[in-house]
């Protein structure tokens, strides 16, 4: 016990614990360590390396290359290691690639991170929330909003290949790393719109990718600013919306149209890099030539019709139909319909060009009037009824109007209205037909012989006639003559002597002698007067039985007259 206590006591505790390791082959001295060695074997699952210390070490081969790829080490290759620990009682070493060189990356990270530059790395996999990166040994956590400065589909073209990236934040006690693509990106993106702009000029030929499409166009990134291509700039032909041309991310050539240095703004054009379909449209499309055409636009107003890529022209409402006047276009033509159409006015300069549909379609007032000439009899259903006629239809897109005076030679137009009703097929003669004015006039009376018509021929102006009396009004009466025309004798005109104009002095149904004024043939109507003809007698019987010197008096005259005259009567 002595012994032993004085050889403890000789060599003492920390000499002897020294002695230990030395006879293990332990160097805890290298623990935590980077140290350089040389591979001396591989093996399935390890590479042997002597690292300068009595024992050889060992590696995973697992931790050489870069992570998703195979590994690419051999004997003789002299590599940096990680000290780890000894792993047994032989004193086998365990050795770390990946800490080796976590420790070498973090302390350069570290280094860029506070200079704010720019690290490479390799996005090699997918977590949730974003992509892993090996930044040359260390891993970082890159988030899905920091891939790009657009939304990104498809990460596959990015993975396995070195790209650079910006240290967000690190965290070397919790081995935290969070780096961004797009911050680089923004950058880069900064760096050139600078330079595109301090060049940019209108009319230049310029690369772009569509960016965003909005209803009035699209938005194109020319590589790091933005331009805005109108709807109207995308192509000659007519586009109502971007998306019908463009679609998001596609790539475009764009002429710059617009440049404002100011509030750099771009507007840019397509159609600009092609030829103008306008040129020599003015020759092309002569007024009164028949086109065939597309339906492209509907609008209240009328329909857009292309007569090729980029060249459209207007039918207007108005020369859409002959006899559809008020019908909305979409009820006439649709949209992609084939037309045929004829040009009636060419605008190069604004580029309008006016267009019939109805012009290529005979003129149904034309073909009715070669059809049927004036005085025939055509027949038809009475389509409507209004306060002054009949309008019948007399095909199927055409009617005529009957007038209410030309519905009866006897009735009054309200009276004879009454006799028809709205369904009713009548016939009726071919009065008139307006072309210009589509008009066509008819007539149911004319049907028939006017039975006035021999009356009307022996009644003239001056003569004297025999009439009925029909109506006692204030001022005058009403008479028929003949039993078919009507007649009217104003109060004045009732008597020579002014106390005698009294029409309550005539009955219903009395005879008298008076003397046509005036004959309104159309109208049959007649304008009497008795004091005309009274006056008539009175010099008709001067010049027969008195002179004006004779000294007979008017009394006399007229006495001498009347028993002439009662004398020559036949008993």
């Known amino acids: 016990m002595a012994s032993a206590a004085v050889s403890q006591d000789h060599f003492g505790g920390e000499d002897f614990a020294s002695l230990l390791d030395e006879s293990l082959g332990r160097d805890v001295g290298f623990d935590g360590s980077v140290v350089r060695g040389t591979v001396i074997r591989l093996t399935d699952e390890f590479a042997i390396v002597d690292v300068g210390l009595k024992s050889e070490g060992r590696v995973a081969l697992k931790e050489f290359g870069v992570p998703g790829t195979d590994h690419e080490v051999k004997p003789g290759d002299v590599i940096e290691l990680y000290v780890e620990r000894y792993e047994d009682r032989d004193g086998a070493i365990v050795l770390s690639r990946e800490k080796a060189r976590r420790e070498e990356a973090w302390t350069n990270l570290e280094k860029a991170f506070e200079a704010s530059q720019r690290v490479q790395g390799t996005i090699y996999g997918r977590v949730k929330g974003g992509f892993t990166v090996d930044l040359g040994g260390a891993m970082a956590f890159l988030p899905g909003s920091q891939v790009d400065i657009r939304p990104v589909r498809d990460v596959g073209p990015l993975m396995g290949s070195p790209q650079p990236f910006q240290i967000l934040k690190m965290d070397r006690a919790r081995g935290n790393i969070v780096v961004s693509r797009r911050a680089v990106l923004e950058e880069t993106r900064a760096e050139q719109r600078s330079e595109l702009i301090q060049g940019l000029k ?190 019948v239809g007399i095909s199927a897109d055409i009617d005529g109007m009957v007038h209410m005076s030309d519905l009866s030679w006897d009735e009054s137009g309200e009276a004879a209205m009454a006799h028809f009703e709205k369904g009713q097929v009548i016939q009726a003669k071919v009065l008139d037909v307006d072309v210009e004015k589509e008009r066509i006039s008819l007539g149911i009376k004319q049907l028939h012989d006017d039975p006035a018509a021999d009356s009307l021929s022996r009644v003239n102006k001056g003569a004297i006639v025999t009439c009925i009396v029909t109506a006692v009004q204030a001022n005058g009466i009403e008479v028929k003559v003949d039993d078919v025309l009507t007649g009217f004798i104003r109060r004045a005109e009732l008597a020579r002597d002014k106390a005698e104009q009294r029409p309550e002095r005539f009955a219903v149904g009395e005879k008298v002698d008076a003397k046509v004024v005036s004959v309104d043939r159309a109208a049959r109507k007649l304008a009497l007067t008795i004091k005309g003809r009274e006056m008539e007698e009175d010099k008709a019987a001067i010049n027969e039985y008195g002179s004006s010197d004779s000294g007979a008096s008017l009394g006399d005259i007229l006495s001498a007259a009347i028993r002439r005259r009662s004398t020559q009567l036949p008993e």
Not at 231 to 255: C, Y
Not at 306 to 317: A, K, W, Y
């Open 202 to 391: 209108e009319g230049m030929i310029l690369d772009g990718v569509v960016k965003n499409i909005t209803d009035y166009g699209a938005f194109v990134d020319l590589g790091g600013v933005d331009g805005l291509l109108h709807v109207t700039d995308i192509a000659w032909k007519r586009i109502n919306h971007p998306s019908e041309a463009l679609q998001i991310g596609q790539q475009v050539r764009v002429q710059v149209i617009r440049f404002n240095s100011d509030t750099q703004r771009i507007s840019l054009g397509m159609k600009q890099l092609e030829a103008d379909p306008w040129e020599g449209v003015a020759i092309k499309y002569p007024p009164g030539a028949r086109y065939s055409g597309r339906v492209t636009n509907i609008t209240d107003y009328g329909a857009f019709v292309e007569l090729e890529p980029g060249v459209e022209g207007l039918v207007h409402v108005s020369e859409m139909s002959w006899t559809k006047k008020n019908v909305h276009p979409g009820k006439i033509v649709a949209t992609s319909q084939e037309v045929d159409v004829m040009v009636l006015d060419v605008d190069s300069s604004k580029r309008r060009i006016s267009l019939g549909l109805k012009q290529v379609q005979r003129n149904p007032w034309e073909l009715f009037a070669e059809e049927h000439k004036i005085g025939s009899t055509v027949e038809g259903e009475i389509r409507n009824i209004t306060e002054f006629g009949l309008f």
